[in-house]
């Protein structure tokens, strides 16, 4: 039967206070007790937690095992991160090899317009990028390089009848295109393929485009995300030490559904104060 939170912190506590009384069994744990030789974090919270209890054995049970619990829950928790941060960086590794035998030497953009009417006739679409202007009609397409973090306008006429034509110009970010697709799939492939639609009840206008991103780009961005997951497994890695530095401090080890003193597990003395012993 799994084993209730409640149940835990209970068992958790009992095996602390035993440990304790084992390892300091006068009236009060010592200002010195034998975590103090642990120059760690874990050693650190523990002597905090010691002066916070007055040095009494119930207070600072029942403070260990909030300690101990709240850092096995961000274990637990960090834990599911690494293997998530571990499957990445192995896509990041596949998804470079792709880009670095790509033949794409810079970013191109390719707009087709599928459709392009209103219910008073066709629509010209004027592409507005930087200092070039493309009209367009239903059926054509235009290609162009592009930077990933510019911006392209579409303008739109109506031979004679501009007025009529209730549709105002339209903005097409490429930083805003880019986060709606995670940057794996994309930097993988290394191509972007989608549809604008722009409906009303008098117009509607479909542009479908393709953007081809360049190999540098690809390389530079995976090379980027790869770095960001090195520094979070190692955060990640530095703080799974901290609970598991506690357990071994205070010869403790997890079983299934619970936890285990390690006390009598290959037994060795030594002292860290003049009145107790340590195991």
């Known amino acids: 039967m799994e084993a209730t939170k409640g149940n835990i912190e209970r068992d958790l506590y009992l095996i602390v206070m035993a440990n304790l009384y084992c390892l300091h069994p006068n009236k009060a744990i010592p200002p010195i007790p034998w975590f103090h030789a642990y120059r760690n974090i874990a050693g650190e919270t523990l002597m905090k937690a010691l002066k916070e209890s007055e040095f009494i054995h119930e207070q600072f049970?029942?403070?260990?095992?909030?300690?101990?619990?709240?850092?096995?829950?961000?274990?637990?928790?960090?834990?599911?991160k690494k293997v998530s941060l571990l499957?990445?960086?192995?896509?990041?590794?596949?998804?470079m090899r792709l880009a670095t035998i790509s033949r794409i030497v810079e970013n191109l953009i390719i707009f087709?317009?599928?459709?392009?009417?209103?219910?008073?006739?066709?629509?010209?679409?004027?592409?507005?990028?930087?200092?070039?202007?493309?009209?367009?009609?239903?059926?054509?397409e235009v290609k162009f390089p592009i930077r990933l973090t510019d911006n392209i306008t579409f303008k739109f006429s109506l031979s004679g009848s501009e007025e009529r034509l209730k549709l105002t110009d339209q903005l097409f970010s490429l930083i805003k295109i880019l986060s709606t697709f995670h940057y794996l799939s994309v930097m993988e492939?290394?191509?972007?393929?989608?549809?604008?639609?722009?409906?009303?009840?008098?117009?509607?206008?479909?542009?479908?485009?393709?953007?081809?991103?360049?190999?540098?780009?690809?390389?530079?961005?995976?090379?980027?995300?790869n770095s960001e997951c090195e520094k979070l497994l190692s955060e990640i890695n530095n703080s799974d030490s901290i609970y598991e530095n506690l357990l071994q401090i205070l010869k403790i080890r997890e079983i299934d559904n619970g936890f285990a003193s390690t006390i009598d597990e290959g037994r060795m003395r030594d002292r860290c104060c003049v009145d107790c012993q340590v195991y």
């Open 61 to 80: 049970a029942k403070r260990v095992v909030k300690i101990l619990l709240d850092y096995k829950t961000q274990y637990e928790s960090e834990n599911m």
């Open 87 to 95: 499957r990445e960086s192995i896509d990041i590794v596949n998804a």
């Open 112 to 140: 087709r317009i599928r459709k392009s009417q209103s219910i008073y006739g066709p629509v010209t679409i004027f592409l507005m990028y930087s200092k070039f202007v493309f009209n367009l009609e239903e059926g054509e």
């Open 189 to 225: 492939k290394g191509l972007i393929e989608d549809q604008i639609q722009y409906k009303s009840d008098e117009h509607e206008i479909i542009i479908d485009y393709q953007l081809f991103i360049a190999k540098s780009e690809r390389i530079r961005k995976l090379a980027m995300k």
